[in-house]
């Protein structure tokens, strides 16, 4: 029984831990569009910049 606490424990105190994934902003290929996503948006998008905090890519973030 104090395994499982102990265990319970551990597990909420890594989730505090937690932080959202940032945003960056990516750069179309074909036409220069720019867009605010978490992740890439396919072959014809490239990295233009980032990492932000919010999905409006306006707030930089902190790079880890």
Same mark, same amino acid.
């Given at each position: 029984?104090?395994? #499982?606490?102990?265990?319970?424990?551990?597990? @909420?105190?890594?989730? @505090?831990?937690? @932080?959202?994934?940032? #945003?960056?902003? #990516?750069?179309?290929?074909? +036409?220069?569009?720019? !867009?605010?996503?978490? !992740?890439?948006?396919?072959?014809?998008? =490239?990295? +233009? !910049?980032?990492?932000?905090? +919010? !999905?409006?890519? =306006? %707030?930089?973030g902190?790079? %880890?």
């Amino acid at each position: 029984m104090k395994t #499982w606490i102990a265990a319970l424990l551990l597990a @909420a105190c890594t989730a @505090a831990l937690a @932080a959202p994934a940032p #945003w960056y902003k #990516w750069r179309s290929k074909v +036409d220069g569009t720019l !867009s605010c996503a978490q !992740s890439t948006l396919g072959f014809g998008w =490239e990295l +233009d !910049s980032g990492p932000y905090k +919010d !999905s409006r890519c =306006e %707030k930089p973030g902190r790079v %880890k």
